[in-house]
């Protein structure tokens, strides 16, 4: 079994920064992308940022400039550094990777329990 486990969530005023973490760990071959998705209380969970096995990152708009997405491939760890954060940026962020398991080419899909971030106005 795999678990990702993030951390670094917290209450923040707008125009500060926080860095979440998420590490993986389990029966682990190679991990392809690990991404960060965000869901707001009656919202649809959507993506924040992505970074490819090859280091290749993406962004959604509304983050664009302000977040950075970051791997340690060694520890199994993606960061995600928040600044300038704003009130919209409020809600629950989920950890995902998509990994490949010791044996085999399937991939497969993991979810973080996810941690709170909370930008007050």
């Known amino acids: 079994q795999v678990q990702l486990v993030e951390s670094g969530g917290g209450l923040v005023q707008a125009g500060g920064s926080l860095r979440l973490s998420c590490a993986a760990s389990?029966?682990?071959?190679?991990?392809?992308?690990m991404g960060w998705y965000h869901q707001a209380p009656g919202k649809q969970r959507e993506l924040v940022a992505m970074?490819?096995?090859?280091?290749?990152?993406n962004y959604a708009d509304f983050v664009k400039g302000r977040f950075t997405i970051s791997r340690d491939n060694p520890k199994n760890t993606v960061y995600l550094q928040m600044n300038s954060l704003q009130p919209e940026d409020t809600a629950v962020y989920y950890c995902?990777?998509?990994?490949?398991?010791?044996?085999?080419?399937?991939?497969?899909?993991?979810w973080g329990q996810g941690t709170q971030v909370t930008v007050s106005s």
């Open positions: 970074i490819t096995s090859g280091g290749n990152t």
């Open positions: 995902n990777a998509v990994i490949q398991r010791p044996g085999g080419t399937a991939k497969y899909d993991y």
């Open positions: 389990g029966s682990i071959f190679r991990i392809e992308v």
